[in-house]
């Protein structure tokens, strides 16, 4: 049987109708049609699915979409502003944090909620922020260069 939900995604409200059993990234991306949040394992352990509720990160695989219910969700989807990147987008591109992208949004989700909780983050804070992510394509060179760029004077 179905129950309504209330979600709050990016800022927007919806109502959706779901099994209760549906997880947030089903949601998200067959519901919502906000493909950007990725789904690979499935089981939590590689990050694609990264999403912010609340200002903490969750795998979105592994979360419920009942339990959103009411909650404030950030999918990376809503990160760019006016067609603009954000900062933590933006330094992705410009330190080419980017390989194939699979991983990205859940990478730039994590990056985001670590420098909005400590702006200043040494390399080993950037490592332990982004360590539920895992990358196949880099070394993560990159990407803590990225995120590191903004920690020393960029904007997040």
Not at 6 to 32: C, D, F, Q, S
Not at 58 to 69: D, H, I, K, P, R
Not at 124 to 140: F, K, L, P, S, W
Request: proline share 4%.
């Amino acid at each position: 049987m179905k129950r309504l939900i209330h979600l709050k995604v990016n800022g927007e409200p919806y109502e959706v109708a779901i099994h209760p059993y549906r997880t947030l990234a089903e949601v998200l991306r067959e519901e919502l049609d906000l493909i950007g949040t990725k789904e690979a394992c499935k089981q939590g352990d590689c990050g694609s699915c990264t999403v912010i509720m609340d200002g903490k990160t969750v795998t979105s695989c592994l979360t419920l979409a009942v339990e959103a219910e009411g909650r404030e969700i950030r999918t990376i989807e809503g990160e760019a502003k006016n067609g603009k990147l954000s900062p933590v987008q933006q330094a992705f591109v410009d330190h080419g944090a980017i390989q194939c992208g699979y991983c990205t949004p859940g990478m730039v989700m994590s990056a985001t909620a670590l420098l909005e909780q400590n702006p200043k983050p040494t390399e080993h804070d950037v490592r332990m922020g982004i360590a539920g992510n895992i990358c196949r394509c880099t070394g993560y060179t990159k990407i803590v260069e990225a995120i590191l760029a903004l920690a020393e004077g960029g904007k997040k």
